[in-house]
Each structure stands twice: as C-alpha cells, then as structure tokens.
C-alpha cells in the first residue's frame, strides 16, 4: 500500500522538532496522532498568523524525547489525554485506567465479572478462593520507602518525625486482608478482622488504634457502618465503577493532578532530598506521606507506576477531602522545589513625610 507524501505541514512541524534537538519522523507524528496524543494536523497551525503554534511543538518535542524503540511512555501518555481534556481522550483514560486496575486479577486468572455475590456459603468460598489466587507468586516486600529512609536516617544520626501508621503497608497479613476486600469488598472483611491486621504491624501510638476500634463501636451502637462507607466498600468492582462513572472533566483532572504530583515528589526526593534532610523531615511529617506517598505517590515508567497512578486516580476521586490534601501537598514540594529567595537590597531611607507633597503624604496614609 502506497503511503501518502508528507504534508508540507508534517514537514514544518519535524523541521521544528529538529531545532529542539530531536529527531522525529513523519510516520512518527501519525502514530502520536492516532494516539491522540498530538492533534489532529488541522488543529497546528494559528488560524490568524499561520505559524505553527507553540504548544504544538512543545508537545512533539516532549514526545519525541520520551520515544524509544520498542518501549512504553507508559502513563506519561495519561498525561496527554488528561491535558487534552475531550470526551475522547477521557474515554482513552476510562479505558486504560480500568485496564490497569483489574490486571492483578487478570494475571492471576480471576474474571471479577465471574465472581459471585451474595451471602450464600459457596458464594463466599469461591471469593475466598479467588482471593487466595491472587496472593499466588506474589513476592514478599519487607519494607516500604518509609523503612528503608528511617534506617539509613539511623545510621546518619538524624531524628525523623515519629510514626503514625503500620510499618509496612505491604506486609503479608495487611496484603491477605486486602485481597480480600478486593474481590468481595467489605461485606467479607468484618472491621475487627480489619482493625486486627493493621494493629499487627501499627507503628504509632497504640492510642491511635484504640481510637479507631472505639469510633467503630460507638458508630454501631448508633446504628452507622463506617466499614460500609470505604472505598473498598464493593471492592475492585466499586473502584471500577467509580471510574467508569465519572464525568469527563473531573476524570481528566483527578489524572493531571496524580501525575503533577508524583512528578514533583519524583523531583523532590532525587534532586533535594538527599543533600537536605529537613526536606524530606518535613514531607514526611505531613498525613500525605502516609495516605499517599507510601501506597502510591511515587510511579516509575511502566506497570507499577501505572499501577500507582491508577490508585491515586480512584482516592481523588472517591476518597472526600483526598483532592484538597494532594493539591495542598502539592503545593509543599512546589514550595520546596523553589529556590531559596535571595535576600532584599537595602532600601533607600525613606525621607521624612513632611519633605512630600501634601497630596502623597494622603496617599501614604
């Protein structure tokens, strides 16, 4: 099949990707393009001045710098259809984001459409079931981030913020519990099961823990399931639901602000961090090193960054208040990100008000 010439349009926009320093092709731009990934070519150039526009060139080149032979930008190119922000580009994150949340269970062989539900005694065995297929082959992970920090902060002599939460979000009995809200939701988790799991790996004050197993009794004797109302509440067909169902806008946003923060937290961690420990003190000190960070914030190029953004993607979007506190987290790394201003230039000594005109002395007033 004979391709059709490059437009004197693709031309221009590879000439100016050129100047930026990349190489691209033409067949290139097309691949972007069916990606929706790059506008489509009418949408390049300025409709007043017929220059090619800025953003345009600014997104080829991004692409071209994140292209690579036989690899994935992986969610990079989330990033793209949320910043596009069209009923189409939406539909593409729906798509991916489900793709993403349900292939835990896909590699394990569990169809979640398959499960069964209700109370019924074979109904629970055959979740119990699946939830034990998909622990199959899982590795162990002995600590997380938060672990490996403090004991090399040991080691160095420095003082970190005191715990507030398990040791390990990761550690098997946590992950046990967890497969099976999954599959079931937390109808086959009762909250003492709960409770009990996270207070066998609880690194904070045991105060803390009491707190929660009082709130839960004092919301049952007052008729109120808190167990109900997570967001694990119906499992991962909850989480799916929460994404097939949201508004474009909103899904198209909760994406740009998942992938602007673990973007800034990548940055901060790599390029401050290891020379300036208070900075990272004072990440760690906020609640969102806890709710977010440790079971998601951070997402490298491929599946387990997929994964990461996909989970802070559903806690933007299901969680109340999670939203304002990744935007005001957010708003920390960009604060810790700047550098530091540079001292103020000695003033003029203002001269004395009476030496002013009458009208300036009013204005200074």
Known sequence: MTRTPPSALELALVAEVAACGFTISVHQ???????????????????ETGQMRPEIIHRAAWLAALAKTGSSISWVGWVFWAMNDTPQTAGRLREALTETLQRP?????????QIP????????????????????????????????????????GIDMPEPRSVSNPFDKTVVEVGARLMVGGTDDVSPE???????????????QIERIRAAHVAAGCSGVDLHSRSPLADGLRGLLHSVEEADDRLLCAAVRACTKGSGALMKVLMERAGDEPEILLRLMDDPMW???????????????????????????????????????YLMLMESLLSPPAAPAAPSEPAADSSDRPAAERGRAR
């Open 29 to 47: 731009l097309e691949r972007w393009r069916g990606r929706l990934w790059l506008a489509p070519a009418e949408q390049w150039s300025d409709a």
């Open 105 to 113: 269970f896909q590699r394990a062989g569990v169809d979640i459409t």
């Open 117 to 156: 539900q209700g109370d019924g005694n074979d109904a629970f065995a055959a979740r119990q079931a699946a939830a034990d297929q998909l622990l199959i082959g899982r590795r162990a992970i002995g600590r997380d981030l938060d672990g490996i920090l403090r004991t090399h902060a040991a080691a160095a």
């Open 193 to 207: 099961e709960l409770t009990e799991a996270w207070e066998s790996v609880w690194a904070g004050k045991p105060e």
């Open 290 to 328: 806890d709710q977010w960070v440790r079971v998601g914030g951070i997402a490298p190029i491929g599946r387990l960054g997929e994964a990461a953004i996909a989970l802070s993607t559903v806690q933007y979007l299901v969680v109340p208040g999670w939203a304002g506190d990744l935007e005001r």
